[in-house]
Protein backbone atom coordinates (compact mmCIF):
# COMPACT_ATOMS: atom_id res chain seq x y z
CA UNK A 1 0.00 0.00 0.00
CA UNK A 2 1.20 3.20 -0.69
CA UNK A 3 2.98 5.28 1.75
CA UNK A 4 1.21 8.69 1.14
CA UNK A 5 -2.07 6.98 1.84
CA UNK A 6 -1.58 5.28 4.52
CA UNK A 7 -0.31 8.34 6.21
CA UNK A 8 -3.06 10.55 4.96
CA UNK A 9 -5.30 7.35 6.77
CA UNK A 10 -3.20 7.59 9.54
CA UNK A 11 -4.06 11.07 10.40
CA UNK A 12 -7.68 10.65 9.35
CA UNK A 13 -7.74 7.86 12.46
CA UNK A 14 -5.86 10.17 14.65
CA UNK A 15 -8.53 13.14 14.24
CA UNK A 16 -11.48 10.69 14.88
CA UNK A 17 -9.53 9.27 17.87
CA UNK A 18 -9.64 12.53 19.55
CA UNK A 19 -13.02 13.53 17.85
CA UNK A 20 -14.18 10.28 19.94
CA UNK A 21 -12.36 10.46 23.20
CA UNK A 22 -13.59 13.87 23.63
CA UNK A 23 -17.50 13.21 23.18
CA UNK A 24 -16.86 10.33 25.23
CA UNK A 25 -15.15 12.65 27.89
CA UNK A 26 -18.55 14.89 28.00
CA UNK A 27 -20.45 11.81 29.86
CA UNK A 28 -17.75 9.24 30.96
CA UNK A 29 -14.93 8.46 32.71
CA UNK A 30 -12.46 5.86 31.19
CA UNK A 31 -12.09 2.74 33.41
CA UNK A 32 -8.26 2.70 34.49
CA UNK A 33 -8.43 -0.95 35.13
CA UNK A 34 -10.22 -2.02 31.37
CA UNK A 35 -8.55 -1.17 28.23
CA UNK A 36 -10.97 0.39 25.57
CA UNK A 37 -13.43 0.97 28.52
CA UNK A 38 -15.68 3.81 29.29
CA UNK A 39 -18.33 4.32 31.83
CA UNK A 40 -21.08 6.57 32.00
CA UNK A 41 -21.35 9.42 34.35
CA UNK A 42 -24.84 8.74 36.37
CA UNK A 43 -26.62 11.86 36.45
CA UNK A 44 -27.14 12.36 40.19
CA UNK A 45 -29.41 15.50 41.18
CA UNK A 46 -29.92 16.54 44.41
CA UNK A 47 -33.32 16.77 46.14
CA UNK A 48 -35.12 15.40 43.01
CA UNK A 49 -38.87 13.65 42.84
CA UNK A 50 -39.97 10.81 41.05
CA UNK A 51 -40.33 12.61 38.00
CA UNK A 52 -37.05 13.83 37.70
CA UNK A 53 -35.62 10.44 39.30
CA UNK A 54 -37.49 8.89 36.51
CA UNK A 55 -35.85 11.25 34.08
CA UNK A 56 -32.57 10.87 35.46
CA UNK A 57 -32.80 6.95 34.45
CA UNK A 58 -33.87 7.36 31.07
CA UNK A 59 -30.68 9.91 30.69
CA UNK A 60 -28.33 7.28 32.10
CA UNK A 61 -29.70 4.83 29.83
CA UNK A 62 -29.26 6.92 26.91
CA UNK A 63 -25.79 7.50 27.91
CA UNK A 64 -25.38 3.63 28.48
CA UNK A 65 -26.31 3.36 24.58
CA UNK A 66 -24.18 6.53 23.24
CA UNK A 67 -21.39 5.35 25.28
CA UNK A 68 -21.31 1.80 23.97
CA UNK A 69 -21.56 2.99 19.99
CA UNK A 70 -18.43 5.61 20.60
CA UNK A 71 -16.44 2.83 22.86
CA UNK A 72 -16.52 0.17 19.59
CA UNK A 73 -16.05 2.78 17.40
CA UNK A 74 -13.47 4.30 19.47
CA UNK A 75 -11.69 0.73 19.86
CA UNK A 76 -11.63 0.12 15.98
CA UNK A 77 -9.95 3.32 15.49
CA UNK A 78 -7.17 2.20 18.13
CA UNK A 79 -7.15 -1.66 16.71
CA UNK A 80 -6.54 0.46 13.16
CA UNK A 81 -3.56 2.71 14.16
CA UNK A 82 -1.76 -0.21 16.00
CA UNK A 83 -1.88 -2.35 12.55
CA UNK A 84 -0.28 0.61 11.06
CA UNK A 85 2.62 0.79 13.28
CA UNK A 86 2.89 -3.18 12.69
CA UNK A 87 2.59 -2.64 9.24
CA UNK A 88 -0.65 -4.82 9.02
CA UNK A 89 -3.61 -2.13 8.22
CA UNK A 90 -5.31 -2.60 5.18
CA UNK A 91 -5.28 -6.19 4.86
CA UNK A 92 -8.64 -8.15 5.58
CA UNK A 93 -9.10 -10.51 8.93
CA UNK A 94 -11.35 -12.82 7.31
CA UNK A 95 -9.51 -13.65 3.85
CA UNK A 96 -6.37 -11.90 3.98
CA UNK A 97 -6.31 -10.17 0.92
CA UNK A 98 -5.88 -6.24 0.75
CA UNK A 99 -8.72 -3.77 1.43
CA UNK A 100 -9.53 -1.49 -0.80
CA UNK A 101 -8.41 2.45 -1.17
CA UNK A 102 -12.11 3.48 -1.92
CA UNK A 103 -13.07 1.54 1.33
CA UNK A 104 -10.41 2.87 3.64
CA UNK A 105 -11.01 6.10 2.31
CA UNK A 106 -14.63 5.66 3.66
CA UNK A 107 -13.56 3.98 6.35
CA UNK A 108 -10.34 3.85 7.71
CA UNK A 109 -11.12 1.62 10.53
CA UNK A 110 -12.59 -1.30 8.49
CA UNK A 111 -11.40 -4.72 9.22
CA UNK A 112 -12.51 -6.39 6.31
CA UNK A 113 -13.07 -5.99 2.75
CA UNK A 114 -16.03 -5.52 1.38
CA UNK A 115 -16.77 -8.98 -0.03
CA UNK A 116 -16.21 -10.39 3.35
CA UNK A 117 -18.48 -7.62 5.34
CA UNK A 118 -21.88 -8.97 2.92
Not at 77 to 99: F, M, P, Q
Request: charged share 45%; proline share 3%; aromatic share 6%.
Amino acid sequence: MDKKLIEKLKEKLETEKKSLQKELESFATEDPNLKHNWDAKYPNREDGDKDEEADEVQEYNNKLSLEYSLESKLKDVNIALEKIENGKYGICENCGKEITEERLLACPEAKTCLKCQK
